[in-house]
């Protein structure tokens, strides 16, 4: 049987160093540090930082030994996300379940059983070095085995909750990894977006988005298609060596005052082409915010026929012009920024040839 996933239980970074990381992610997006296991905590071969605002937990991860694969993994890839963690009501049932359909196992279910009660954890491998661990709770009163109550407050943005993990995979995988997801975790085609879309003069590329049946876990995949030049996916898979975790968009119920405090802190945005707030309230008509705080801001607005949505992209948030970070407050619209697309990969080939990547 299909497994049910009841939520993604958190997502981990694998970085270079987690003490800077973590207080990174703190000062510039307000999370709270919330748990830590290291060499202090009995766990000498690596140090882990929990970091939570609403309901997203993020995990940053250093390995401490240059024999631990985590170091050859970084050392490929650079800092990026390792692993999206499910909550299951049954590991070992979805684990076999995943596997029976193809999935590669990285660890079969196991029971951890210590102060704080039982837990059982497994995973597989999804696109690239990227891992699934299925987690079940039960009355599990700690985040995971090993980790200890480590608290330090950080001051919230009004991030709620994780809407969309992107993937990038090589040309020609989406379908193959569209089906993968239903497969191995019955997450089914929820929309596509063919390279009619997501083109501009010199590059382009096709998504699909996987989803659970209620939406609240929702998967695109994107992958380049040929251009004039070199699509973003393909430099991304450059850069990365394989496919991974391109973005991971964070819900606001407010996204005025969220926007307004991350570049308080002084997170960095892509920049809004200009001309852009000339042409947009023809696309998308009214809205319940100030149209003049919006621009003011920088945000970007999209309409689709069930509503609207505002988002914006941070650049990437290392060296490497890997993974970033978007921000969305969605109003009745239930799809991805369409409209946008074309605007804003306008701006990203910009910085591509910056790079010289493009
Ligand atoms: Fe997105």
């Known amino acids: 049987m299909t497994p049910v996933l009841k939520r993604i239980h958190h997502v981990e970074f694998a970085v270079g ?204 995949l994107n992958e380049p298609a040929d251009g004039r030049k070199k699509s973003q996916i393909q430099e991304y898979i450059d850069a990365n060596l394989t496919a991974g975790v391109q973005h991971l968009a964070l819900k606001t119920d407010d996204i005025l005052a969220t926007i307004a405090a991350l570049r308080a802190n002084g997170v960095d945005f892509l920049p809004v082409p200009a001309g852009y707030y000339d042409r947009v309230w023809d696309r998308v008509g009214d809205v319940a915010e100030d149209r003049e705080r919006i621009k003011e801001l920088r945000i970007l607005i999209d309409r689709d026929d069930s509503g609207y949505l505002l988002q914006l992209f941070t650049r990437p948030l290392q060296d490497r012009p890997t993974f970033f970070i978007e921000i969305i407050q969605r109003c009745g619209s239930e799809s991805f920024g369409k409209g946008n697309f074309k605007a804003l990969f306008e701006t990203i080939e910009q910085e591509q040839a910056l790079r010289g990547n493009l």
């Open 17 to 220: 160093n987690a003490k800077q990381a973590s207080y990174f992610y703190r000062q510039a997006f307000g999370f709270d540090q919330i748990a830590y296991r290291g060499p202090e905590t009995g766990c000498r071969e690596r140090a882990s930082y929990v970091l939570r605002q609403g309901d997203i937990f993020l995990v940053l991860t250093t390995p401490l030994r240059h024999d631990d694969p985590l170091s050859v993994w970084l050392m490929l890839h650079g800092d990026g996300v390792c692993d999206m963690a499910f909550e299951v009501e049954d590991a070992a049932a979805a684990h076999a379940h995943a596997v029976a359909a193809g999935a590669v196992s990285l660890r079969p279910a196991e029971k951890t059983v210590d102060a704080a009660g039982e837990i059982t954890t497994a995973a597989i491998r999804t696109y690239g070095e990227v891992a699934h661990s299925f987690i079940q709770r039960g009355g599990y009163r700690g985040f995971l085995p090993g980790f200890e109550k480590r608290e330090i407050k950080g001051k919230p943005t009004g991030l709620t909750c994780i809407d969309h993990i992107v993937g990038n995979v090589a040309d020609r995988q989406m379908d193959r990894w569209v089906r993968w997801y239903d497969d191995t975790l019955g997450l089914g085609r929820f929309v596509s977006y063919d390279d009619k879309d997501i083109s501009t003069e010199y590059s382009a590329l096709r998504s699909t988005v996987v989803a659970s049946a209620d939406r609240s876990i929702k998967f695109p």
